[in-house]
C-alpha cells in the first residue's frame, strides 16, 4: 500500500494540466461549440420569461406535484400540448466564470485525490507504470465522465454533446494517469 501523502505532487499536477488541457480544449477548439442550440426567437423568449421572476435554479415544467397528479387528465393533456422542458436558469447580472473555474478546479482536485485513494489501495510503491497507468485511466474516467450519462438517460441531454464530454473525460482520464505513473513513489 502507497501512502497518500506521497502522491500530492500528481494530484496537484495533474489537476493542473488537466485545468490547462480542459481550457484548451474549451477556448481555443471549436469542440464543443454546437454543445447548445440558440433559441430562435431568443429576444422574445428572454422577454416573456423575465415577466415571471424565476430565481436561480433547475426547473422541469410541467411538474406534478405527486404521482396522483401526474396520472390525471389535466397534466397528461399539458404533457401532450407540451412543450416539455427541463430548464436550468442563471442569475442576471454580467458574465464571469470565476466561480465556475475555481468549482471546476476544485473537482479536478476532488477527483485525482479519490483516484490516489484508489491507487494508493490497490497498487504498491514501485508498481510498473503500466499498471499504474491502467489503474489510475479507469478511476478518473469514471469521475471525470461515466455519470454524464445519467443526464441522457434521465433528462434527454443531447447525445452528442454528451460523446464530446465524454471524449474530453477520457482524455483528462489519460493526463491523469500519465502524470501518476510517471510520478508513482519506488
Request: glycine letters at 6%; charged letters at 10%; hydrophobic letters at 50%.
Amino acid at each position: 500500500m502507497v501512502d497518500l501523502s506521497s502522491l500530492v505532487l500528481p494530484i496537484l499536477v495533474s489537476s493542473a494540466l488537466v485545468f490547462l488541457v480542459s481550457s484548451l480544449l474549451h477556448m481555443l477548439t471549436p469542440w464543443h461549440k454546437g454543445d447548445y442550440a440558440r433559441m430562435t426567437n431568443e429576444d422574445g423568449v428572454m422577454q416573456a420569461l423575465r415577466s415571471f421572476d424565476l430565481r436561480a435554479g433547475d426547473y422541469m415544467v410541467p411538474r406534478p406535484s405527486s404521482m396522483d397528479e401526474m396520472r390525471s387528465p389535466a397534466f397528461l393533456e399539458k404533457v401532450a400540448k407540451g412543450p416539455k422542458l427541463i430548464v436550468t436558469v442563471l442569475p442576471g447580472g454580467p458574465m464571469t466564470m470565476t466561480t465556475n473555474l475555481i468549482g471546476w478546479f476544485v473537482y479536478l482536485l476532488v477527483i485525482a485525490t479519490i483516484t490516489a485513494g484508489l491507487d494508493a489501495l490497490v497498487l504498491h510503491p514501485g508498481a510498473h507504470h503500466h499498471d499504474v497507468f491502467h489503474v489510475t485511466a479507469i478511476a478518473a474516467f469514471l469521475g471525470y465522465a461515466a455519470a454524464l450519462w445519467q443526464m441522457v438517460i434521465w433528462y434527454n441531454r443531447s447525445i452528442g454533446t454528451t460523446i464530446r464530454s465524454t471524449i474530453d473525460g477520457a482524455i483528462y482520464a489519460l493526463v491523469t494517469a500519465a502524470v501518476f505513473s510517471y510520478f508513482w513513489p519506488a
